[in-house]
T-cell receptor, first 114, second 111 residues
Framework: EAQVTQNPRYLITVTGKKLTVTCSQNMNHEYMSWYRQDPGLGLRQIYYSMNVEVTDKGDVPEGYKVSRKEKRNFPLILESPSPNQTSLYFC?????????????FGSGTQLSVL | QQQVKQSPQSLIVQKGGISIINCAYENTAFDYFPWYQQFPGKGPALLIAIRPDVSEKKEGRFTISFNKSAKQFSLHIMDSQPGDSATYFC??????????FGAGTRLTVKP
């Protein structure tokens, strides 16, 4: 089954404790991206990647890191989490097919930073 | 600074009615305009999308209307059903992974 898998689904942590949210896709997609979803603000892009070893900042990259060492994986790293990073995070992947491009989203990671 | 502005924030419609959600964008380089549907506890999923070479696209009960000169586009849901109750996001961009999303509209369709 074609899917984007994020782990963990829920995470509670404390300020300053480094964490990683994993994201993996099994569709051989070139493109991957991370979003955070906050009430009233919608989905805001954190980082995106057009291919292996190629990453670019989105609209809200501060406090986050990403890496794309393999095509299928795109982990999100919070080196020193702060309470304002409490949010619902989504990983997505896509491949340009025909004239319609489509983002496939994971099921989300609910992060709480205390 | 929101590059894509979406309204309304919430919408309540009676079953069988028409739901209309509007979006406006600023960047004239954007040339791909999808709508995503999100159910509670799930990630967003593509519903319908349009490119600026057409002014309207219809798929079943869902229609996108696009006004390039006004930099606006809207989603119309005809014969709205309770199963359509979800959060809807418009988006815009040049390349698929680099998409900008609106703030979302929570649609409730009352039976």
């Amino acid at each position: 089954e074609a899917q984007v898998t994020q782990n963990p689904r829920y995470l509670i942590t404390v300020t300053g404790k480094k964490l990683t949210v994993t994201c993996s896709q099994n569709m051989n997609h070139e493109y991957m991206s991370w979003y955070r979803q906050d009430p009233g603000l919608g989905l805001r892009q954190i980082y995106y990647s057009m291919n292996v070893e190629v990453t670019d900042k989105g609209d809200v990259p501060e406090g986050y890191k990403v890496s794309r060492k393999e095509k299928r994986n795109f982990p999100l790293i919070l080196e020193s989490p702060s309470p304002n990073q409490t949010s619902l995070y989504f990983c997505a992947s896509s491949s340009k097919q025909g004239i319609d491009e489509k983002l496939f989203f994971g099921s989300g990671t609910q992060l709480s930073v205390l | 600074q929101q590059q894509v502005k979406q309204s309304p924030q919430s919408l309540i419609v009676q079953k069988g009615g028409i739901s209309i959600i509007n979006c406006a964008y600023e960047n004239t380089a954007f040339d791909y305009f999808p709508w995503y549907q999100q159910f509670p506890g799930k990630g967003p999923a593509l519903l319908i999308a349009i490119r600026p070479d057409v002014s309207e696209k219809k798929e079943g009960r869902f229609t996108i209307s696009f006004n390039k000169s006004a930099k606006q586009f809207s989603l119309h849901i005809m014969d709205s059903q309770p199963g359509d109750s979800a959060t809807y996001f418009c988006a815009a961009g040049e390349v698929c992974p680099d998409m900008r999303f609106g703030a979302g509209t929570r649609l409730t369709v009352k039976p």
